[in-house]
């Protein structure tokens, strides 16, 4: 079920970039901010265990505090961002990428990020339309977008954003919006249980981890929304993605084989690839194999 009226299904991707671009914002926030609220978490609960004093992490408004204070500033000289100053991309090209205060250099990939997030939501709502599923497959591609840049930091895939997309892609499918909801329980058991296996087999026969948790957690996301039957693809494409940008980056970069690249963001762009175009490209290859 969607919106029918002719102009507001025209209008609707268009609103969906200019929703992105303000969400993308608010996702650098994310992406600097949780990571950080995690590590004082961790040493308060570590201090604690001590026995010694620790500087208590704030928990007010469901514990998200920490992403709306304290307010924006520049980490150079501390400038108090203003509000014309935080426009999505615009004020960093009025800006020409420094701070209005100090003059030192913005990092690009502040409008880098809220220009993705405008292009893939307007993708995603072009693609849905003005429907239940575009609204669940952009609050799903919003989070692989803050998880594919936090393990690109970090190399951790935060349960606090992980864990409520598995919910999420099971809620949604109570009604069949992406798949049944069987589909969508097995998919997301085998989404966990798939890379667990691989780690655990890993581990036994080189003594080391290959992967991490987060990476079970986010494949059972798309198995949550997208059902068991896109599980494949999105294993294969992820595997073939990571395989060719690590193998570029040691042959052209000189990149240290030992150093690990984290999985995480090639799962969220399979995952992205098979939330549009899934279901096309197992038929595809069904007709090819002559099973169509």
Same mark, same amino acid.
């Given at each position: 079920?969607?919106?029918?009226?002719? =102009?507001?299904?025209?209008?609707?991707?268009?609103?969906?970039?200019?929703?992105?671009?303000?969400?993308?914002?608010?996702?650098?926030?994310?992406?600097?901010?949780? +990571?950080? @609220?995690?590590?004082?978490?961790?040493?308060?609960?570590?201090?604690?265990?001590?026995? !010694?004093?620790?500087? #208590?992490?704030?928990?007010?408004?469901?514990?998200?505090?920490?992403?709306? @204070? +304290? /307010?924006?500033?520049? /980490?150079?000289?501390? @400038?108090?961002?203003?509000?014309?100053?935080?426009? +999505?991309?615009?004020?960093?090209?009025?800006?020409?990428?420094?701070?209005?205060?100090?003059?030192?250099?913005? *990092?690009?990939?502040?409008?880098?990020?809220?220009?993705?997030?405008?292009?893939?939501?307007?993708?995603?709502?072009?693609? &849905? *339309?003005?429907?239940?599923?575009?609204?669940?497959?952009?609050?799903?591609?919003?989070?692989?977008?803050?998880?594919?840049?936090?393990?690109?930091? !970090?190399?951790?895939? +935060?349960?606090?954003?992980?864990?409520?997309?598995?919910?999420?892609?099971?809620?949604?499918?109570?009604?069949?919006?992406?798949?049944?909801?069987?589909?969508?329980?097995?998919?997301?058991?085998?989404?966990?249980?798939? =890379?667990?296996?691989?780690?655990?087999?890993?581990?036994?026969?080189?003594?080391?981890? *290959?992967?991490?948790?987060?990476?079970?957690?986010?494949?059972?996301?798309?198995?949550?929304?997208?059902?068991?039957?896109?599980?494949?693809?999105?294993?294969?494409?992820?595997?073939?993605?990571?395989?060719?940008?690590?193998?570029?980056?040691?042959?052209?970069?000189?990149?240290?084989?030992?150093?690990?690249?984290? &999985?995480? #963001?090639?799962?969220?762009?399979?995952?992205?690839?098979?939330?549009?175009?899934?279901?096309?490209?197992?038929?595809?290859?069904?007709?090819?194999?002559?099973?169509?």
């Amino acid at each position: 079920m969607g919106l029918t009226d002719p =102009l507001l299904v025209a209008m609707a991707p268009y609103a969906a970039l200019l929703l992105g671009l303000v969400v993308g914002s608010f996702l650098n926030v994310v992406i600097l901010r949780l +990571p950080r @609220h995690m590590r004082a978490e961790l040493a308060e609960a570590c201090a604690e265990l001590r026995s !010694e004093q620790a500087e #208590p992490v704030a928990n007010r408004l469901f514990g998200l505090d920490y992403l709306i @204070h +304290p /307010p924006s500033t520049c /980490p150079n000289c501390g @400038h108090a961002i203003r509000a014309w100053e935080n426009i +999505p991309v615009l004020s960093y090209l009025l800006l020409r990428g420094r701070c209005s205060n100090c003059h030192a250099p913005i *990092g690009l990939r502040y409008p880098v990020v809220e220009a993705v997030t405008g292009f893939v939501s307007l993708l995603v709502v072009w693609h &849905f *339309g003005t429907t239940v599923a575009a609204a669940a497959a952009l609050i799903l591609v919003w989070a692989l977008i803050a998880l594919t840049v936090i393990d690109l930091d !970090e190399q951790l895939l +935060p349960d606090q954003l992980t864990l409520p997309m598995v919910w999420l892609g099971l809620i949604v499918n109570v009604n069949g919006t992406f798949t049944d909801l069987t589909s969508a329980v097995i998919g997301a058991a085998a989404g966990y249980l798939t =890379l667990w296996f691989v780690f655990q087999v890993f581990r036994l026969f080189t003594g080391r981890e *290959g992967m991490g948790y987060g990476d079970f957690k986010l494949l059972a996301v798309f198995g949550a929304f997208l059902g068991w039957q896109l599980l494949p693809q999105v294993i294969l494409l992820s595997s073939l993605l990571g395989a060719v940008v690590g193998v570029a980056l040691i042959v052209l970069r000189g990149r240290d084989r030992q150093i690990p690249i984290p &999985f995480g #963001p090639y799962l969220a762009v399979a995952g992205l690839v098979a939330l549009l175009w899934g279901d096309a490209i197992n038929r595809s290859y069904l007709q090819l194999a002559g099973f169509g």
